[in-house]
């Protein structure tokens, strides 16, 4: 059988090496990514200006994974976005070759392993299991069963404070117009047992923190699910009030990060009564209403934080009638965007945009507070790209500065940066594209302007100050170090 490739219109993916086994690929071909464990041999390849990821597979099964995950692209749920599936393979002595499964590379991911090269610390892992139990709670609503749910089979991105988790692995899944409870409880079980034995490997080769108790974090997603699937599904019924009470209900939705799109309303037999049920809940509350006002998109919990300041920074303005969207212009063109430009190029594949903004805000706040005084925010983005941003993924690094010699040069740096960004050509381009690319050479040309950071919004609960189970300090939480 002839080489043949179905997906994407990509001519270029016929120029790959398909003729030589995966595990073989020449080099240059292949971009250093951090990987989770596979079953399959995966390999991240440089295609065009971005990575695809390469899984070799029987073609059925190649070939029934990718449909799974366009459809569920098409039901925007938070995943990996198929290219396409290469079969007919053979070698130039005439020996078949697996077929192979192309996706996008989901930039800025990290596979869970990744984050503990620097031992898995209880909080990063209730952050990720939080995540993952958001993940599920999504797919189910879109009538999504996974049947393999653990962490290998996720992907996680930082998303501000929190994680925000994508379904990598669909090869096991089955998609229905609705799910039944008996499903869902299948996939929760399996669920808790992967990431209890995940995590007693990690235990059993000393490569989680002392205090974890891998059974305790199985349950915990399961307590999770359970907690967010009953806000967004519950019936609830009331005798009075009944106006205020879908006013709270819709607003509690908006907290966890969700719209509610239909209701079902229903008087009771007796007329006594009403019964109030959600129908359709969309995610990524948060992640429209920014992409709305400025156009960036960006992560669910990002967009909560980006929000934030934009409330602060209108609350602040000289103008305080200034309406919201020409407030979020101005935001975007004095706040945001000058913050993102400050980071050199050669470190923007360390963190997305909205995530660096974010972690400038934190450090923002810490230097104040140590300092005592205000400080601005070009004088914290200089000392975060200075100080904190090159040191990123060592944690030994970023803990050698101390925040009192920080705030020691804050004066010179108050003086080099002044309070406010400097004016610079209006109608130069907006320059957050390009980042969480393979590093180029630099005399390479600049990529096309991109601005989108994520396709999909991925919810979380609130970072609520003080709540149970954050061992995180209150927010804004310490500069991510893990
Ligand atoms: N599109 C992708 N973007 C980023 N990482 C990916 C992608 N596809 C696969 N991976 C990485 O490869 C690993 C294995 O992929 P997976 O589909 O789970 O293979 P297997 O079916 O063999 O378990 C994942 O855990 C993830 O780290
Ligand atoms: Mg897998």
Known sequence: MPLHISGAADPALIELPWEIPLEAWPEEHIAALPRGLSRHVVRFVRHGDGVIAVKETNAEIAHREFAMLRELQRLEAPCVHPVA?????????????????????LAFSLPYRALFAQGLRQGTLKRLVGALSVLLVRLHLLGFYWGDVSLSNALFRRDA?????????????????????GQRETDLDIATTNITGELLDLQ???????????FEIGARLEKRYRELWSALTETTTHTSNIRMRVAERVRQLNELGFD????????TE?????TIRPKV???????????RLTGLDVQENQARRLLNDLDEFRAWSDNPDLDESHAAHEWLTTMFEPTVRAVPRALRGKLEPAQVYHEVLDHRWYLAEAADHDVSLPVATASYVKNILPTKDDEQAVL?????????????LTEEHGHTYTARDPYANDNTYAWGRVP????????TVRRSSTRIPVTHRPAVPGREDDDAPTPPTAPTTE
């Open 281 to 291: 809940v969309d995610a990524g509350y948060h992640q429209r209403r920014l992409m």
């Open 400 to 412: 050698g500065r101390s925040l009192a010699e920080m705030t020691a040069e804050l004066p010179a």
């Open 440 to 447: 180029e050479p630099e005399e390479s040309e600049p990529p």
């Open 161 to 181: 404070s929190e994680f925000s988790a994508y379904l990598v692995d669909a090869e096991t899944g089955d998609i229905h117009p609705r799910l039944t409870n």
């Open 270 to 274: 007796d007329g006594t009564a009403v």
């Open 260 to 267: 509610l799109d239909e209701i079902d309303m229903d008087e």
């Open 204 to 214: 059993g080769s000393e490569d989680l923190d002392d205090g974890v108790d891998p």
């Open 85 to 105: 599936v290469v079969s007919g393979r053979t070698s130039p002595s005439g020996e078949p070759l697996s077929a192979a499964l192309v996706t996008e590379h």
